[in-house]
């Protein structure tokens, strides 16, 4: 079993900056890829970012190309996910998840609970 908990969301202004945590905790063996995913109001889950647990390969929809990064701390054992340029449009509750590599959630067999980011414009 894998335990994720996330951190850092909140409310700010558009073309603001958060970095979302996610703390890792319990049997890892076999995880291959750690990803954000968000749920807007009306909206499915959708795919953020996610990174290889090894090789730290990462992978980005297009929607957050060159404003979001994500990172993996293997020693704190904490994934991370740096947002900048902020826009309304990234209002979610953003999920953390392991899983195997892909950009699909139904990839992904353990979840936090979700932390809201909410964007004013």
């Known amino acids: 079993q894998v335990q994720l908990v996330e951190s850092g969301g909140g409310l700010l202004q558009a073309g603001g900056s958060l970095r979302l945590s996610c703390a890792i905790s319990?049997?890892?063996?076999?995880?291959?890829?750690m990803g954000w995913f968000r749920q807007g109001p009306g909206k499915e889950r959708e795919f953020v970012a996610r990174?290889?647990?090894?090789?730290?390969?990462?992978y980005y929809a297009d929607s957050v190309k060159g404003r979001f990064t994500i990172s993996l701390d293997n020693a704190r054992n904490t994934l991370y996910l740096q947002m900048n340029s902020l826009k309304p449009e990234d209002t979610a509750v953003y999920y953390c998840?392991?899983?195997?590599?892909?950009?699909?959630?139904?990839?992904?067999?353990?979840w936090g609970q979700g932390t809201q980011v909410t964007v004013s414009s």
């Open positions: 998840a392991a899983g195997r590599s892909s950009n699909n959630p139904s990839a992904y067999d353990y």
């Open positions: 319990g049997r890892t063996f076999g995880i291959y890829s």
């Open positions: 990174i290889n647990w090894i090789a730290s390969m990462t």
